[in-house]
């Protein structure tokens, strides 16, 4: 009997780190979101410590949700999700944790899981020392346990695996959530008190990869020109007690809005007026494709993937520019924006989701032949 007349859907095991709105778990979601799920299931590992936001949404469209311990405690780890591949017999384990996936990928190898998928979704940037050096250390093995290899982007991928074979699977969003629409924005500027002050965004983990503390700068900058510009910083993370004190130091409490996690934050994206990126490394980096989505211009560092433009006013600047080089960029950006639909460009890049998760099923089904 071929899988295609089996009544009971595939279950895929999408190996996870931490889930707390962090951009892979939102990527792997969003495809979860719009895959035939009556033939194809998704359950998810988190590590310990993981709030989980979504496993009421996973549970709803047939999911399950487990908690794992952190592979810190790597014993525990490998004998929890062994019991967990054995228990339910997944014939696929596709595994997001970029390096780290040479853990959940030997757990499936001694569980006989025949299919394991090694999925990067990451780089590496100058000055993280102990993970880096534990990047660098686990990066030989990438491919030593998994069957296939899958990445975000070529850049993630050719660091990850090097010379071998790797399949690109998009950071693909639900387009007509984020297309432009003057009356929503409006909306939205009224609902953060907003006038037509000139507004830069970012959206992001407070965490060393996105460099908060040079995008402050800039908006010290931006400021110095427009007294009264407001940037938006949609997220949480370790570094955000760091941020709030900076931004007081540069006596910007006035002008940074704080907005903490949203579940939703496709409706921001219409009240800005730019994007800025300043990050140390992304992988391919999402919020860029919702941002163009939104029809933003957007403003990133050069340690980006070039992949993640598909629209022409993305520009590319250095990190060695200064903070006053990206304020000048930022509001010449803003100010000469063509707010329009790009769902058209977006679907040629290959960034609708539609499109994308009917390709990753077919994947999942090929595997099983």
Not at 203 to 221: P, S
Request: glycine share 8%; charged share 25%.
């Amino acid at each position: 009997m071929t899988m295609e007349q089996n009544a009971q859907p595939i279950r895929v095991a999408q190996m996870m780190t931490d889930m707390n709105y962090g951009g892979v778990e939102m990527v792997v979601m969003n495809y979860y979101r719009h895959i035939d799920r009556s033939r194809v299931q998704f359950d998810f590992f988190a590590l310990e410590g993981s709030t989980l936001p979504q496993r009421e949404e996973i549970e709803r469209l047939g999911g399950r949700g487990y908690v794992v311990p952190k592979y810190a405690h790597l014993p525990q780890y490998e004998r929890e999700i062994g019991r967990l591949f054995r228990q339910n017999g997944y014939q696929i384990v596709h595994s997001h944790m970029n390096t780290l996936s040479v853990l959940s990928l030997w757990g499936a190898k001694r569980a006989g899981v025949p299919n394991r998928i090694a999925h990067n979704h990451s780089t590496v940037g100058r000055g993280e020392g102990a993970k880096n050096v534990m990047k660098y250390l686990l990066r030989p093995f990438a491919a030593v346990y998994p069957t296939r290899l899958c990445a975000c982007s070529r850049t993630a991928g050719s660091w990850l695996y090097g010379e071998k074979p790797f399949r690109v699977f998009n950071n693909a969003i639900e387009l007509d959530r984020f297309t432009y629409d003057a009356a929503k924005r409006k909306a939205v500027r009224q609902e953060l008190g907003l006038g037509d002050e000139l507004v830069l965004g970012h959206v992001g983990r407070f965490c060393y990869a996105k460099n908060h503390e040079f995008l402050l700068d800039v908006m010290a900058e931006v400021c110095k020109q427009r007294p009264d510009a407001v940037l938006l910083l949609i997220g949480e993370g370790e570094n955000e007690a760091a941020a709030r004190r900076k931004a007081e130091a540069l006596g910007l409490q006035r002008n940074v809005r704080f907005l903490g996690r949203q579940s939703d934050p496709a409706k921001f994206y219409q009240a800005m007026d730019a994007f800025v990126l300043p990050s140390r490394y992304e992988g391919l980096g999402i919020v860029l494709i919702e941002a163009q989505a939104a029809a933003l211009p957007v403003i990133c560092s050069t340690e980006v993937p070039q992949e993640a433009q598909v629209l022409p006013e993305m520009q590319y600047l250095s990190l060695r520019e200064s903070p006053a080089v990206w304020a000048d960029a930022a509001i010449r950006a803003a100010e000469n924006a063509r707010r329009r639909d790009t769902s058209v460009e977006m679907r040629a890049g290959g960034f609708d989701i539609v499109t994308e998760a009917k390709k990753l099923e077919k994947f999942y089904f090929d595997l099983l032949k």
